[in-house]
Nanobody
Framework: QVQLVEAGGGLVQAGGSLSLSCTASGLPFSTYHMAWFRQYPGKEREFVAAITWGGGSAIYADSVKDRFAISRDNPKNTVHLHMNNLRPDDTAVYYC????????????????WGQGTQVTVAS
């Protein structure tokens, strides 16, 4: 059974830090590009960051560049999102996603999704 399980969400004060993790099972993790998206209530999922299967390249949304960092640990089938200098507008449900072939910011091209984890940033 293919599964992505996110962890690490919670409540943090503005300016604080939080790290999310996503652990994969049932798929050859090291052959998949991994990404983080977030979703605000009533909105479509928004791209946050993505990393190539080998971890050699990453891309970020402009809104999180220089504040967030994505990394992966292939032996542990895990991808991380390290979030610094958090702002209230980072409050959302965060999802990890997986795909093969080309790295992309397009959520519609990711075929494997986790269940999401809530991040709340208090002002």
């Amino acid at each position: 059974q293919v599964q992505l399980v996110e962890a690490g969400g919670g409540l943090v004060q503005a300016g604080g830090s939080l790290s999310l993790s996503c652990t994969a099972s049932g798929l050859p993790f090291s052959t998949y590009h991994m990404a983080w998206f977030r979703q605000y209530p009533g909105k479509e999922r928004e791209f946050v960051a993505a990393i190539t299967w080998g971890g050699g390249s990453a891309i970020y949304a402009d809104s999180v560049k220089d504040r967030f960092a994505i990394s992966r640990d292939n032996p542990k089938n895990t991808v991380h999102l390290h979030m610094n200098n958090l702002r209230p507008d980072d409050t959302a449900v965060y999802y990890c996603a997986a795909k093969q072939r080309q790295l992309t910011r397009d959520a519609t091209l990711y075929n494997i999704w986790g269940q999401g984890t809530q991040v709340t940033v208090a002002s």
